[in-house]
């Protein structure tokens, strides 16, 4: 898409790049959302063979589809393949090496390997990057970065991830709430007035505060003694109200953010979600919120004393700590894991050097994943795992498919402890620790 910049004014172009972002959340819903009606109707109809990132846009469809089509364009010039088995991958055009300005790979491409996949790049016995081949095909710092890929033993699909969020989800900006009146504004929709109750324009304030159906949502939260005769006209008026009155401003926003939720899963669901569930659920998510922010902040607290302070497991169990780290000079990082008894006594340890991948996060993903099998190897189908890095922790303790960089090495690891029956995660002060139980 180009703009002529004698032709669109700033703010045009602005509403143009908004309504592309939302086109391309379109399209990131039809790549990751496959089960859904959504993508199965679109699937039927325009790409039957294929995936939607392969979809021939020539295809005439409706105007929905040739939107969905420009979306993907956005998507293409952003998004990045993170990669599984390989076998989705096309080594010359797709994005994929884990570089923000050159994920495309540079070097020529050589004729009769055009159909090549990176699955061809990987040796398939050893399942690692076949290094004489990558530098027979490319360039030195090419090889570099994608030696640099860490590559898992067992099958995992190839994603598509968003790399400028730390999370790897494709978002829209919030500022670009899509109430009917603003996608009225951009001549999205014809008319704006409220599903709920049908009697006025759907504003942002009308969507979260005004409108009269969510008076029973408002009244039962008694914290915040809020009432719909109470005087605010805009958003910030409401939040200076509550801020003013020394009233909870954390509850206020999960309440608009569970009211938000709660329209949007209405329009795009077949789910009741009653009114009357809003507070309940709002005042659920801000007790996990604060339990979090709790254990991130003792955590933060004692972690320089905990490092010293090592505690033993229970009696008849055990406890694997590890940790990684890098060795930019030789290009290689360290995994490291100690399994200790109760009585603090040394079982078994390793360390063992890979291939350095392209950040810090992934080598400590590296070494929990590493820390997973060696206490099977070993012949431990109870134990503690223990490590203080809070992204892979979490990421660990999440049930989600996580479209981090690090997730899939995570989530292999984690599925060969499913035989194992229970996974569960306990919370210790000293440290964020999960227990993976027999
Ligand atoms: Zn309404």
Redesign the pocket.
């Known amino acids: 898409m180009s703009f002529e910049p004698t032709t669109y004014t700033s703010k045009e172009i602005t509403l143009a790049l908004i309504n592309d972002a939302l086109l391309a959340k379109q399209a990131w819903r039809l790549v990751h959302h496959k089960e859904s009606l959504f993508c199965r109707v679109f699937k039927a109809k325009f790409f039957p063979h294929c995936s939607i990132m392969e979809a021939s846009d020539t295809t005439l469809g409706s105007y929905a589809w040739s939107s969905i089509l420009k979306g993907r364009d956005v998507l293409n010039k952003g998004a990045r393949w993170r990669v599984g088995c390989g076998e989705s991958i096309g080594v010359w055009n797709d994005a994929w090496l884990p570089s923000l300005g050159y994920p495309r790979v540079l070097s020529n491409l050589v004729t009769s390997l055009e159909d090549m996949k990176v699955i061809d790049l990987i040796d398939p016995v050893s399942k690692q990057w076949d290094e004489g081949l990558l530098q027979g095909l490319f360039s030195f710092q090419e090889v570099e970065l994608i030696m640099s890929i860490p590559l898992r033993r067992t099958y995992i699909d190839d994603k598509l991830i968003w790399p400028y969020t730390s999370s790897g989800n494709y978002t829209v900006k919030s500022e670009a709430l899509p109430v009917k009146r603003n996608l009225r504004r951009r001549k999205i929709i014809e008319e704006d007035t409220?599903?709920?109750?049908?009697?006025?324009a759907?504003s942002e304030f009308?969507?979260l505060w005004?409108?009269?159906?969510?008076v029973l949502a408002w009244n039962s939260v008694p914290e915040l003694w809020l009432h719909h005769d109470q005087n605010a006209q805009t958003m910030l008026e409401l939040i200076k109200l509550i801020h003013d009155e020394g009233k909870d401003v954390n509850l206020l926003a999960m309440i608009l953010w569970t009211v938000w939720n709660r329209r949007n899963k209405l329009r795009t669901t077949n789910e009741d979600y009653p009114v009357s569930q809003v507070s309940i659920n709002a005042k659920q998510a801000l007790t996990e919120y604060h339990q979090a922010n709790q254990v991130v902040t003792l955590q933060s607290l004692v972690r320089t004393r905990a490092r010293v302070n090592w505690s033993p497991p229970p009696a008849e169990n055990f406890k694997v700590n590890f940790d990684g780290a890098t060795f930019k000079e030789i290009r290689m990082a360290g995994l490291g894991v100690m399994i200790r008894n109760s009585l603090g006594q040394l079982i078994a340890s390793l360390s063992e050097l890979v291939n350095l991948p392209y950040s810090s996060d992934i080598v400590e993903a590296m070494a929990a994943a590493r820390a997973i099998y060696f206490a099977q190897e070993i012949g431990l189908n109870s134990f503690i795992l223990e490590g203080d890095f809070e992204a892979v922790i979490k990421c660990l303790r999440s049930d989600d498919d996580s479209f981090s960089p690090f997730g899939h090495t995570l989530a292999a690891a984690k599925a060969t402890t499913e035989t194992y029956c229970c996974i569960s995660f306990p919370i210790f002060v000293d440290l964020v620790t999960l227990l993976l139980t027999a």
Request: proline residues 0%; glycine residues 0%.
């Open positions: 409220c599903d709920h109750c049908k009697s006025s759907e009308h969507a005004e409108c009269s159906t969510l």
